[in-house]
């Protein structure tokens, strides 16, 4: 079975600046690997996803995340954030050989003006 | 672009009753789940189901939830006799051939009393 580890359940950037959020994930096998974003009363939106192939992966609104097998880690950053930013932010992971989504607990994002 | 919806966006129900939410999921997609989300946790998995039938289900879809694809274009979820822990976001999703990428709807808010 898989699991997800999101550091941080509330994370406080200023406008501007970078933000980084953490996700670790365990699994002994191959992953595929998601970061979705939830805005208040709204559903779950895809932000990106590693698939295989480059371990940089860009997505919507600025956001880009680095898959890391060595670390078993799959960290979401955006250079600079705005305030539209702010969020509710899910690191999801998949294995290759079911269908089924695990999910992190999530990271709560405030971008302060 | 296509999207996943539901109906309704909100249902209050008494306990011991049976609540039906409702999925459209986007026309091409062969790959249907079901996920529910307790206030303040996690994202969790409940079923998916391809070519008429459930693939994977977690065990917390006991004998109190069905699924259904009643027609061409929704899928549905029942629960039969709701407790007052069923009450959460349930989301539904699909994906596509390749069952990869997930398309969340916006969510059913389920209150049970």
């Known amino acids: 079975a898989q699991s997800v580890t999101q550091l941080g359940s509330h994370v406080s950037v200023s406008e501007g600046a970078l933000v980084l959020l953490r996700c670790n994930y365990s699994s002994s096998v191959s992953v595929y690997l998601f970061w979705y974003v939830q805005y208040p009363n709204q559903g779950l939106q895809l932000l990106l996803k590693?698939?295989?192939?480059?371990?940089l992966v860009k997505g919507i609104n600025g956001f880009e995340a680095e898959f890391n097998k060595s670390q078993t880690s799959f960290h979401l950053r955006k250079p600079s954030v705005h305030i539209s930013d702010t969020a509710e932010y899910f690191c999801a992971v998949r294995s290759n050989t079911g269908n089924q989504f695990y999910f992190g607990t999530g990271t709560s994002l405030t971008v302060i003006p | 672009e296509p999207e996943v919806t539901q109906t309704p966006s909100h249902q209050v129900t008494q306990m011991g009753q049976e609540v039906i939410l409702r999925c459209v999921p986007i026309s091409n997609h062969l790959y249907f789940y079901w996920y529910r989300q307790i206030l303040g946790q996690k994202v969790e998995f409940l079923v998916s189901f391809y070519n008429n039938e459930i693939s994977e289900k977690s065990e917390i879809f006991d004998d109190q939830f069905s699924v259904e694809r009643p027609d061409g274009s929704n899928f549905t979820l029942k629960i039969r006799s709701t407790k007052l822990e069923d009450s959460a976001m349930y989301f539904c999703?699909?994906?596509?051939?390749?069952?990869?990428?997930?398309?969340f709807g916006p969510g059913t808010r389920l209150l049970v009393l």
């Open positions: 590693y698939l295989s192939g480059s371990t």
């Open positions: 999703a699909s994906s596509d051939q390749l069952g990869e990428t997930q398309y």
